[in-house]
């Protein structure tokens, strides 16, 4: 089954350190995108790709990282830099038209 | 900058009535719009878009498109206890792919 995956489910950050967050899709789409989810504030755009090898900065980029080595994968990387990590991290693709997007399941960063 | 627009919640429906969820936005060059569901703690995912002005019905579900007023709405009749999520309203502009999405608005229906 296609599908877009998101893993882990769930994970614990320290302070000062980078965490990695996987994103992969067997969708054959060409765009990927990561946004982060805070209680009562919508989904808020942190980094998109539409091809592979280029990738723009959305609205909330600073202190994430990404790269899009591969069609099917768009990893995103939390650095120390991002001073408050913790929220729910979802990454979503799309073919390059107006279909609209399909989710992962899901990353919940927390802080300790 | 682009915005979506929906009215604030949270909306409250007794069950089997309709649940009415509104958003505007503000691209004139907006061409397709969607309505995502997402229950707590869960990604969303998608219900209904429309890219044409009128109406659009997919079971108890009825999307409908105003692109003279800037305006979607997504009709949810008979409401049951399942319903009850965060409604997500998103657009689609010309230049490309990427959604804009509106902050949601939370529907609770009432056994």
């Known amino acids: 089954d296609g599908g877009i995956t998101q893993s882990p489910k769930y994970l614990f950050r320290k302070e000062g350190q980078n965490v990695t967050l996987s994103c992969e899709q067997n969708l054959n789409h060409d765009a990927m995108y990561w946004y982060r989810q805070d209680p009562g504030q919508g989904l808020r755009l942190i980094y998109y790709s539409q091809i592979v090898n280029d990738f723009q900065k959305g609205d909330i980029a600073e202190g994430y990282s990404v790269s899009r080595e591969k069609k099917e994968s768009f990893p995103l990387t939390v650095t120390s830099a991002q001073k408050n990590p913790t929220a729910f991290y979802l990454c979503a693709s799309s073919f390059r038209d107006r279909r609209g997007y399909t989710f992962g399941s899901g990353t919940r960063l927390t802080v300790v | 900058q682009k915005e979506v627009e929906q009215n604030s919640g949270p909306l409250s429906v007794p069950e089997g009535a309709i649940a009415s969820l509104n958003c505007t936005y503000s691209d004139r060059g907006s061409q397709s719009f969607f309505w995502y569901r997402q229950y707590s703690g869960k990604s969303p995912e998608l219900i209904m878009f429309?890219?044409?002005?009128g109406d659009k019905e997919d079971g108890r579900f009825t999307a409908q498109l105003n692109k003279a007023s800037q305006y979607v709405s997504l009709l949810i009749r008979d409401s049951q206890p399942s319903d009850s999520a965060t409604y997500l309203c998103a657009v689609i502009d010309g230049a490309n792919s990427k959604l804009t999405f509106g902050k949601g608005i939370t529907l609770s229906v009432r056994p």
């Open positions: 429309i890219y044409s002005n």
